[in-house]
Each structure stands twice: as C-alpha cells, then as structure tokens.
C-alpha cells in the first residue's frame, strides 16, 4: 500500500472519529451545547466562534456517517461535519485503551 493511500475503518467493527463541526457565525457554543446530549458524541471544545471539537463512537462507519448527515439536516446552525480521522476499535473492550508508562533505558555514564 503506498503511503498516501487511505485506509478505512471495517465496516463492522466499532469506529471512534474525530470531527469538526462547522457552524454558522458565532453559534459554536450554542451548538456544542445542544449537542452534548448527542448519544456517543463528546464535546472536546470549541473555538468560540464557528467549530467545535468532537469525538464520536458508533457501531460502525455507515452509523456514524448518518449522525452526521442527520445534524447537518436537522439544525440550521450545523454547516458541516468534516472528519479528521477515523480508526476501528478492537472487538474486546479488554484491550487497554492507553499503554501502560515504562521507564526510559538507562544511559552509560562512561565517556
């Protein structure tokens, strides 16, 4: 595979996506607001002005691309939903989300 080609999560397995949200002028945070009940949507932020920081998780692609199309469709201050990436969680929650710290190797002292 060369390295500019995309790659896309399984169709099967549950996504988790970063996005952001465009919004008309100055509504990011009435937005973000209302969208905080969203199911599987996090807010991480917001500009202040017209994007919102987000992170979503779904069953699959295809679900988390009609969550998108449905806030675009259903709020007027919603001008867009642009991904910023898009990766397959594992089958089992029993894989650790965050790899455990380990210590830095030692370095010689001798010159």
Do not use: K
């Amino acid at each position: 595979m060369s390295p500019r080609a995309r790659r896309t999560p399984s169709a099967s397995a549950p996504v988790i996506a970063g996005v952001v949200i465009q919004t008309a002028p100055a509504a990011a945070r009435w937005v973000a607001t209302r969208l905080a009940a969203v199911p599987g949507l996090q807010i991480h932020g917001d500009d202040g002005d017209s994007r919102i920081a987000a992170v979503w998780s779904g069953e699959d692609g295809a679900t988390l691309e009609e969550l998108g199309e449905a806030l675009i469709a259903g709020d007027e201050q919603v001008l867009g939903v642009f991904p910023t990436f898009a990766a397959s969680l594992p089958p089992t929650s029993a894989t650790p989300a965050v790899a455990t710290a380990q210590e830095p190797p030692q370095r010689s002292t001798r010159r």
